[in-house]
């Protein structure tokens, strides 16, 4: 069965730098349309990022540069480099990826399978 384990979250100071790894195993890795989101307290789930199957990304109009979303397939991890970190980044972050049938990739409808995820919190 598919499973997607997030970690590399944690607490740090407006303007630092956290990298989120997502491990992933049961899917077809190298050519798996894959995501992250976040939710906020109160807030709904919002798109961050998505790598494609032949690794074109895509962000959210948010981000202006911020974050970074790459996929290593030697190791079936997909990674989220977050720069300069405000506040307002303070969520749960998601990894997420699409099954057999392709959707809008910055729709969580999109996506069947999910990790647990992980609280990044951005202290001011």
């Known amino acids: 069965q598919v499973q997607l384990v997030e970690s590399g979250g944690g607490l740090v100071q407006v303007g630092g730098s956290l990298r989120l790894s997502c491990k992933a195993s049961g899917l077809m890795f190298s050519i798996t349309p894959m995501a992250w989101f976040r939710q906020a307290p109160g807030k709904s789930r919002e798109f961050v990022a998505h790598i494609g199957w032949t690794d074109e990304t895509y962000y959210g109009d948010f981000l202006k540069g911020r974050f970074t979303m790459s996929r290593d397939s030697a190791k079936t991890t997909v990674t989220l480099q977050m720069n300069s970190l405000k506040p307002e980044d303070t969520a749960v972050y998601y990894c997420?990826?699409?099954?057999?049938?392709?959707?809008?990739?910055?729709?969580?409808?999109?996506?069947?399978?999910w990790g647990q995820g992980t609280q990044v919190t951005v202290s001011s």
């Open positions: 997420a990826a699409q099954g057999a049938v392709a959707g809008a990739f910055n729709s969580d409808r999109s996506y069947p399978y």
